[in-house]
Structure formats: structure tokens, C-alpha cells
Nanobody
Framework: QVQLVETGGGLVQAGGSLRLSCAASGRTFSTFAMGWFRQAPGKERELVAA????????FYADSVKGRFTISRDNAKNTVYLQMNSLKPEDTALYVC????????????????WGQGTQVTVSS
């Protein structure tokens, strides 16, 4: 069982930055791939970024490439999402999720989910 808790969301002006954190419980965090999803009202859930269990491979949605960076610290059981040059269209609930070893682009293949942290970007 893995429990995930996100922090770091908030209100920021366009062009600003935020760093989201997702802290995981359990000793098996290092064996899980981690993904950051976001969902805005009226829009489909979107995989924003993901990282494999070993940090050997990462994924970024085209909409965030060059602006967002995903990283993980297995010693701290935490995955991060550094978000720079934020835009109003980045406004959403950001949720981290976990699945064994390798990330998937499909949300239904993730076994564990956090509650999410709200990011609001004002213009």
C-alpha cells in the first residue's frame, strides 16, 4: 500500500514558478514510477510528467516541455514537479500517482493516487 500526499500548490501570477511535492508512505517508493496528472474543470485528466522508478526515463506533455521538470528523491520518498513560466492554462488540480516501475500514459494503469493540490495561475 502506498499513500501519496501532495503539497506546494497555490495562487501565482503568470510567468511565476511553483514547486509541487508528493510525499509517499511505505518502503517500496523506490520501485514505483511516478506521474503528475492535472485536471481542470471541463477538461480531461492529462498526464503532465512522469518518471520511472530509477529516474532513467522521463515523460513530459508537449504543453509543458521546457517549463516543467519532474524529479524524485528516493531517500526522501518524494517526487517533485518544478513548474516555471506558468501560464493561466496551467490552472488545474495537480495529482500525483504511482504504478510499478515504469510509467504509463494511461491514467487507469496507475494504482495509487493522492488527493491533489490546486494550482491557480492568474493573468
Amino acid at each position: 500500500q502506498v499513500q501519496l500526499v501532495e503539497t506546494g500548490g497555490g495562487l501565482v501570477q503568470a510567468g511565476g514558478s511553483l514547486r509541487l511535492s508528493c510525499a509517499a508512505s511505505g518502503r517500496t517508493f523506490s520501485t514505483f514510477a511516478m506521474g503528475w496528472f492535472r485536471q481542470a474543470p471541463g477538461k480531461e485528466r492529462e498526464l503532465v510528467a512522469a518518471v520511472t522508478w530509477s529516474s532513467g526515463s522521463t515523460f513530459y506533455a508537449d504543453s509543458v516541455k521546457g517549463r516543467f521538470t519532474i524529479s524524485r528523491d528516493n531517500a526522501k520518498n518524494t517526487v517533485y514537479l518544478q513548474m516555471n513560466s506558468l501560464k493561466p492554462e496551467d490552472t488545474a488540480l495537480y495529482v500525483c500517482a504511482a504504478r510499478p516501475r515504469y510509467y504509463s500514459l494511461n491514467y487507469y494503469e496507475y494504482s495509487y493516487w493522492g488527493q491533489g493540490t490546486q494550482v491557480t495561475v492568474s493573468s
